[in-house]
């Protein structure tokens, strides 16, 4: 069976500090991979997503970047984190065969202070 | 663009009672729809989705819901709720653009549950 691992759980970093949140897929190959930042009262927004290695789509211009170095890895990432960047951080992958549903990693809970 | 309208933020319902969570939807072409569960601090869970075919879809956890082509609804069903049911709710669209499908989300139902 297929299963999706986030790390950390949670941090919390200074202001402009640098972030890496790691994710990582097992069971699958080759899945398409999604970057997905949660705000209370305001839904998930999507931020990145990944058809395969080294392809990475943004969908919302901010100080955030992804990488995927390996097929079932994805990296969030940024080298000067701002106080608007904390939230709950979601992780999710599909079949990538269309019309699939996403799973969904644990998260993680970010705080910059 | 496609959008989904939660337009519950938060209900709260006695436990042993049925339960209706609404979700429109905006997209020109046949939707993809989903229903997702969200406990505190935690993943989502999907409860059930509807591609094609007969427009009641069963779930997990007794969940159902329809799809209406009519009233661009997918609404969320449940005859008889538990107190483990607290969460939140979120309904999906999925947009598919060759091999990059997207999932666009509502805002959330919160479900609080009474003894």
């Known amino acids: 069976s297929q299963t999706i691992h986030q790390w950390p759980a949670t941090l919390v970093q200074p202001v402009g500090s640098p972030l890496s949140l790691e994710c990582t897929v097992e069971?699958?190959?080759?899945?398409?991979l999604y970057w997905y930042r949660q705000a209370a009262g305001r839904g998930l927004q999507l931020l990145f997503y990944s058809v395969g290695i080294g392809q990475i789509s943004s969908e919302v211009p901010q100080n955030l970047s992804a990488s995927r170095p390996q097929d079932r890895q994805f990296i969030l990432s940024s080298k000067k984190l701002l106080l608007s960047d904390s939230g709950f951080y979601l992780c999710?992958?599909?079949?990538?065969?269309?019309?699939?549903?996403?799973?969904f990693g644990p998260g993680t809970r970010l705080t910059v202070l | 663009a496609q959008s989904v309208t939660q337009p519950d933020i938060h209900i709260t319902v006695s436990e042993g009672a049925s339960l209706e969570l609404r979700c429109n939807y905006s997209y020109g072409a046949t939707p993809y729809l989903f229903w997702y569960v969200q406990s505190p601090g935690q993943g989502l869970q999907l409860l059930l989705k509807y591609f094609s075919g007969d427009t009641l879809v069963q779930g997990i956890k007794g969940f159902e819901a329809e799809f209406k082509r009519s009233q661009s609804s997918f609404n969320l069903r449940k005859p008889s709720v538990h107190w483990s049911d607290a969460a939140e709710y979120f309904c999906a669209v999925g947009v598919s653009g060759g091999s990059n499908y997207k999932l666009t989300f509502g805002k959330g139902t919160l479900l609080t549950v009474n003894p």
């Open positions: 069971g699958t190959s080759n899945p398409n």
């Open positions: 999710a992958w599909s079949s990538g065969q269309g019309r699939d549903e996403q799973f």
